[in-house]
């Protein structure tokens, strides 16, 4: 990528009209990252350490929460430091990796929602044979599914991005490198590179929404047939409701940002912020609140602890 490029390093502007907010968002998300840190590594620590949690659908879950830890160091270690005033530059090696893993860890976890449909699908669908459709090989398949997708997909869009050339202006009008951000710093028409970057990512997308949405048809479909009121309602909401709170958190930025017409750095970065930092907090309290398994697990977790400090 070096040969074709005469730029050395770019220049993070940050957040669109957010001059002088600086100190205040750098107490934000000074806040909101270790939070999301904590609560991703405490469900980590709650399916590792139960033994009645080492199933598919807490083994999905436990890998969800590692994504959410490292999907928001992406961006937020380098923000972080620019908001504390230090160096707002990154190099234009720094920044084809930021972008590559942040398409990376995020198609990823795309394709780990799809797979949690699917798990919840077979569970409540296909009862008698889950255990026999989802054996651990069937799971960890699936897994390595999803991060070779992920890795495809963030090397194309990586490698369009960069194979432009790039020899001025510098300035990145945005908080992180992404696509829409570093494309109209090209020295070339990037025209083809913008339409494969928006229909791979829609493609993906799409493809993941409506797998998604197949699996909670037939859930939903099964969930009416139960005679018992009662009984829909709790396998509706303890099996269903957090995993789709969070689906929803995830796609609907995804949507706003790279479907839109036209771009609008404003809301992109609002959006962003919102789907990269606050969305992997959020999982957390939804899993964990939503989740009586979980937390009965973090409660043994916290009496342990509790009772080994006292002794």
Not at 41 to 54: D, G, M
Not at 105 to 129: N, W
Not at 208 to 220: A, D, R
Request: net charge neutral; proline share 5%; with cysteine.
């Amino acid at each position: 990528m070096r040969n074709h490029t005469e730029l050395n390093e770019f220049t993070l502007l940050g957040i669109p009209q957010t001059e002088g907010l600086e100190a205040v968002l750098l107490g934000i998300f000074s806040f909101i990252y270790p939070l999301t840190l904590l609560g991703n590594l405490l469900i980590l620590l709650a399916i590792v350490s139960s033994s009645t949690l080492h199933t598919p659908m807490y083994f999905f879950l436990g890998l969800l929460s590692i994504l959410d830890m490292l999907f928001p160091s992406v961006l937020c270690l380098k923000m972080l430091v620019y908001f504390s005033g230090q160096n707002r530059a990154i190099s234009y090696k720094g920044c084809a990796v930021q972008l590559f893993f942040y398409h990376f860890l995020g198609s990823t976890e795309g394709c780990l929602y799809s797979v949690m449909a699917y798990d919840r699908f077979v569970a409540i669908c296909h009862p008698l044979k889950y255990t026999l459709i989802m054996r651990p090989g069937v799971c960890v398949g699936l897994v390595m599914a999803a991060w070779l997708v992920g890795c495809l997909q963030a090397t194309i869009l990586t490698s369009f991005t960069f194979q432009l050339p790039y020899c001025g202006p510098n300035q990145v009008d945005h908080f992180f490198c992404d696509i829409p951000a570093i494309l109209p710093l090209a020295c070339a028409d990037s025209s083809f590179a913008q339409g494969v970057a928006s229909t791979s990512v829609g493609f993906l997308a799409l493809m993941l929404w409506l797998s998604i949405c197949i699996s909670y048809t037939c859930i939903g479909i099964a969930i009416l047939r139960i005679h018992s009121a009662e009984g829909r309602q709790k396998k509706a909401f303890s099996t269903c409701s957090a995993h789709l709170t969070a689906i929803l958190c995830a796609f609907g930025p995804i949507i706003i940002v790279y479907l839109q017409p036209t771009p609008n750095p404003l809301l992109d970065a609002t959006v962003q912020l919102l789907n990269n930092t606050v969305s992997p907090m959020l999982n957390s309290l939804i899993y964990s609140l939503r989740n009586k398994e979980v937390k009965s697990s973090l409660k043994r977790i916290f009496h342990n602890i509790v009772f080994t400090v006292l002794q």
